[in-house]
């Protein structure tokens, strides 16, 4: 993942908002998607998979909603960027060893480990905290 796909852009709207809101307050879908100009049915699949790893804590029934799962200088935007994206790879050769038979020997290798070590570093230097103000 090099460009950040609409999935992500959606993703990472919507948890800073949960982010920036008191500690206790549990958010309706509908209210975030609208604050953030978010689709909720889009918003609600991404909420799923957040839900899943822990990023929120969803709450059904009447009174229910999403907050967010950790405290917001818990949480980096590696981890919303990749819980939606999947790992960072600038080209396939990052990917694994053996996943390109001239890793060993191509002089471009070292350089595209390098591109991805540095956007991973960025994004985990980037909590929800910095993101939502707080």
Known sequence: ?????????YAIRGIVYLA?????????????AAAVDVPATFLAKIFQQFSK?????SYRGT???????R???????????EAVEGP???NR????????ARDVSCTVH??????????????????LKDLAGG
């Open 1 to 9: 993942m090099m460009e950040l796909t609409r999935k992500g852009e």
């Open 20 to 32: 920036a809101q008191p500690v206790d307050r549990v958010c309706l879908l509908s209210d975030i």
């Open 53 to 57: 790893i822990g990023l929120v804590k």
């Open 63 to 69: 009174g229910g909603g999403f907050l967010l799962g």
């Open 71 to 81: 405290v917001p200088e818990k949480i980096t935007l590696l981890e919303v960027v």
């Open 88 to 90: 960072i790879i600038p």
């Open 93 to 100: 050769c990052v990917v694994g060893a053996g996943e390109c």
């Open 110 to 127: 070292p350089v595209w480990k390098k591109v991805q070590e540095q956007v991973r570093a960025a994004l985990e230097g980037v909590t």
